[in-house]
């Protein structure tokens, strides 16, 4: 078993920043594959970014150049550093973590994801 914990989130204005965190317990932290997901109210949870056991790091379209998402595995804990925040990222964030690494055409999906946290609420408003 894992247990994740999201950490982070805040309320900032348009062009600011952020660095959520997800603090991980229980399997070897190493070993795992971690992801960003977000939802906002009345959709569907989205892909954010995934930083592999191997190392790379994977972005969805709409934060590539702006989000950096990151690994401590001294600390057991990933970061999502969010640069030029914009009303649209508004949402709940959440991490995920499944053993092992998961082929491309699956990163992307919730379901690949065995271990989720609770979450964190960012909202970018003036």
């Known amino acids: 078993q894992v247990q994740l914990l999201e950490s982070g989130g805040a309320l900032v204005h348009p062009g600011g920043f952020l660095r959520p965190s997800c603090l991980a317990s229980?399997?070897?932290?190493?070993?795992?594959?971690l992801a960003w997901f977000r939802q906002s109210p009345g959709k569907e949870r989205e892909f954010v970014a995934c930083?592999?056991?191997?190392?790379?790091?994977v972005y969805t379209d709409s934060v590539k150049g702006r989000f950096i998402v990151s690994r401590d595995n001294d600390k057991n804990t990933m970061y999502l550093q969010m640069h030029s925040l914009k009303p649209e990222d508004t949402a709940v964030y959440y991490c995920?973590?499944?053993?092992?690494?998961?082929?491309?055409?699956?990163?992307?999906?919730?379901?690949?994801?065995?271990?989720w946290g609770q979450g964190t609420q960012v909202t970018v408003s003036s």
């Open positions: 995920s973590a499944v053993a092992g690494n998961p082929i491309s055409m699956y990163l992307r999906n919730t379901a690949t994801y065995d271990y």
């Open positions: 229980g399997r070897p932290f190493i070993s795992y594959s």
């Open positions: 930083r592999r056991n191997g190392g790379n790091a």
